[in-house]
C-alpha cells in the first residue's frame, strides 16, 4: 500500500492505526482485481462515515442555531452532506489522488467521480472516528466544513426567512410579500441594498444587505420580528 504521510500532513492528524486511513481509501474495484492486497474496501467505513458526518453538523446547528426550526436545520444538513458537496470537499484535500482504484475504474477517471470522493470522505471520517476519537473528528469535519458551512447557512437563512414570511402572510391576508430596492450606494464592487418588504400597501419591513437577496432577507426577518 501507498505511503500516506502526506496525507496525513494535510488531514493535520496523525493515525495511530495505520490500516484504518488505508482501507477507508479502497474502492470495490480494488479488491475485485487484487484480492488478498487490502483487508477490504471502504464500504463499511462509508456507512459509519455517514452517520458521523450527519451527526456533526447536526450537533453544531442544534448549538449554534437555537432559532432554526427542525426544518431549516435539515435542509441546512443536507446541503452540507449531499455528493456533491463532499465531493467538492474531498477535492480540496486532493483525497482523489490517494485512492486505490481498480484498473477500470482509474481508466473511467474514478479518481474524480462525485460518488467514489464523496465515498472516501465519509469512510475517512469514520476512520478518524475510530482512530482517534470523536473530538479529533469533530475538529478535523468543522475545520473541513467551515466555509461551506458559512455558506449554507447564509443561502440557508436568507431563503427561510422570506419563505416563512409568505406562508404567516398567505395564511392570514392570501397575500403574498413584495419586496423593493428602496436605495442602493456604494462602487458596484462594494455596493450596499435596502429593501423595503410590502404586503398589500404596507411596508412589513426594511432591511440592508451587500446583494438584493441578503437585504430581502434582513426585511422579511425584521418583519417576521414585528409580527
Known amino acids: 500500500m501507498a505511503d500516506l504521510t502526506a496525507l496525513q500532513k494535510r488531514l493535520k492528524i496523525k493515525f495511530k492505526n495505520k490500516a484504518l486511513l488505508e482501507q477507508a481509501l479502497v474502492h470495490s474495484s480494488y479488491i475485485n482485481e487484487n484480492p488478498g492486497l487490502a483487508e477490504g474496501d471502504n464500504e463499511r467505513l462509508e456507512f459509519l462515515g455517514d452517520a458521523v458526518l450527519g451527526f456533526i453538523i447536526a450537533e453544531e446547528l442544534y448549538k449554534r442555531f437555537p432559532q432554526f426550526s427542525e426544518g431549516e436545520m435539515t435542509r441546512v444538513r443536507s446541503s452540507l452532506v449531499s455528493q456533491a458537496a463532499l465531493s467538492r470537499l474531498a477535492k480540496t484535500i486532493k483525497l482523489g489522488d490517494y485512492l486505490y482504484l481498480g484498473k477500470g475504474e482509474e481508466g473511467g477517471g474514478g479518481r474524480s467521480k462525485p460518488a467514489n470522493l464523496s465515498g472516501a470522505l465519509e469512510a475517512l471520517t469514520a476512520a478518524i472516528f475510530l482512530d482517534r476519537g470523536p473530538a479529533v473528528t ?3 469535519v468543522l475545520r473541513l466544513m467551515a ?16 419563505t416563512r414570511l409568505q406562508e404567516i402572510m398567505q395564511a392570514q391576508r392570501q397575500l403574498k410579500p413584495k419586496y423593493r430596492v428602496i ?10 441594498f435596502t429593501v423595503e418588504v410590502m404586503v398589500g400597501n404596507g411596508v ?22 414585528q409580527l
Open 147 to 162: 466555509k461551506k458551512m458559512g455558506k449554507a447557512l447564509s443561502r440557508g437563512v436568507e431563503a427561510d426567512y422570506k
Open 183 to 192: 436605495e442602493a450606494v456604494g462602487p458596484a464592487h462594494d455596493r450596499r
Open 204 to 225: 412589513m419591513g426594511r432591511g440592508s444587505g451587500k446583494s438584493k437577496k441578503a437585504a430581502e432577507a434582513e426585511a422579511a426577518r425584521v418583519a417576521l420580528n
Open 138 to 140: 469533530r475538529k478535523f
